[in-house]
């Protein structure tokens, strides 16, 4: 395969000529992808990180897949105007329990150790937290460029946000990672990552960033923002947002998700490409003829589908209907389905629905559409 291979699609591989001599050393090297449980999918944004994991793993070296499941707590400011809110720990243990199920779409699950960096920075006592924090400075913080636009506009920087690049870089000290791979809005924390292990008197890793993956809405693809595709999504759901993307897009599709650097000249059978790719591996090929024929009657034709699955109402009148989208439906939050509702996609036995609290009469029987794509009907308990 190759180094070319290995670092395919990569926009920072440092320091220049370190993994040339990494891979010198003899041995499996071990490749670090660390990833916070902010939402319940890993998303195909993440997935192009994973490809170069997988790359590594075809070549005989050792994954290691973190799940930030005590970084998550703070939240990482990378790119970040305000501090993230707070998740709750429920909801970071149901998130982390599907990452590794999600992310084997893509890994080798036989190559990679899965860790959750709870593990280790759980552990860390006082006296410990203070040595790490010894390892660099406030000012080799504030050189990070959202901490100094935040700082120089006179915004808050928690203490807790200023930890975080000092912790995803302990993850490299406990896992002693030859390599440790991100988005490029990673690369300040996977270079903290080099200084911390040097400070512990490990050899310090290799980072290497990629591309981040734009959505059908021109910004970066983001669980929190609902922008996403899901590795284990529906396979409805992951064909049929694949057709949304927008024309200018497709090369950096095909070239991000597919690594092919040729794109058909025709949009739409390019997008077909894509929307089959994705469903085939997350899925297989049986799932793809399907995918296609439920787009092709639900959106293009404006169909219900052939079969609407029931789905049972809970207790209660009236009932929030938020929830019930997000449970009933597969919707990822309930923010993303109170916008959803805002922006006039729900809809019950075909009239647009602009309320939250539904009163249940209305509900039961009823056929609920959630955007061009997702269908039930409503049965009472």
């Known amino acids: 395969m190759g180094l070319a291979e290995l670092t395919r699609n990569a926009v920072h591989v440092l320091p220049e000529g370190g993994l040339e001599e990494k891979l010198k050393v003899g041995r499996p090297l071990r490749v670090k ?38 970084t998550t707590r703070i939240g990482d400011p990378s790119g970040r105007k305000t501090e993230r809110p707070m998740i709750d720990p429920a909801e970071i243990d149901r998130n982390a329990q599907r990452y590794f199920e999600h992310a084997s779409t893509i890994i080798d699950p036989e190559r990679t150790e899965l860790r959750f960096n709870s593990e280790w920075l759980g552990r860390l006592d006082f006296a410990e937290v203070l040595r790490l924090t010894r390892t660099t400075t406030v000012a080799r913080m504030l050189e990070r460029d959202d901490f100094a636009k935040r700082f120089g506009a006179s915004e808050p920087i928690s203490v807790s946000e200023l930890l975080y690049p000092l912790m995803q870089a302990y993850d490299s000290v406990a896992v002693q ?40 809405d021109g910004t970066g693809m983001s669980a929190s923002r609902g922008n996403y595709i899901g ?27 597919m690594e092919r650097d040729d794109t058909p000249a025709d949009p739409f059978e390019a997008k077909l490409e894509l929307a089959r790719f994705i469903v085939r591996r997350a899925w297989g090929e049986e799932a793809v003829g399907a995918a296609e024929q439920h787009f092709t009657r639900v959106v293009r034709e404006g169909q219900a589908p052939d079969e609407v699955p029931e789905a049972q109402l809970p207790e209660g009148d009236p009932l929030h209907l938020p929830a019930l989208l997000v449970e009933r439906l597969g919707l990822g939050s309930t923010s993303e389905a109170r916008r959803l509702i805002a922006q006039g996609g729900v809809r019950l036995n075909g009239e647009v629905v602009t309320e939250l609290d539904v009163p249940r009469s209305r509900l039961e029987g009823a056929l609920v559409q959630a955007g061009k794509r997702r269908f039930a009907r409503f049965q009472p308990a």
């Open 231 to 257: 590795l284990k999504e529906r396979p409805e759901e992951q064909f049929g947002k694949a057709m949304r993307i927008p024309d200018s897009l497709l090369p950096q599709w095909h070239r991000l998700v």
């Open 177 to 216: 990672a030859d390599v440790e791979l991100g988005g490029t809005d990673q690369l300040y924390n996977l270079l903290m990552g080099r200084e911390v292990m040097e400070a512990y008197g490990l050899e310090p890793q290799v980072a290497l960033t990629v591309e981040y993956l734009d959505s059908w």
């Open 33 to 70: 992808l660390g990833i916070d449980v902010t939402a319940p999918d890993v998303t195909l944004g993440n997935g192009i990180p994973l490809r170069r994991m997988r790359a590594f793993e075809d070549e005989g070296h050792t994954g290691v897949l973190i799940v930030g499941d005590y």
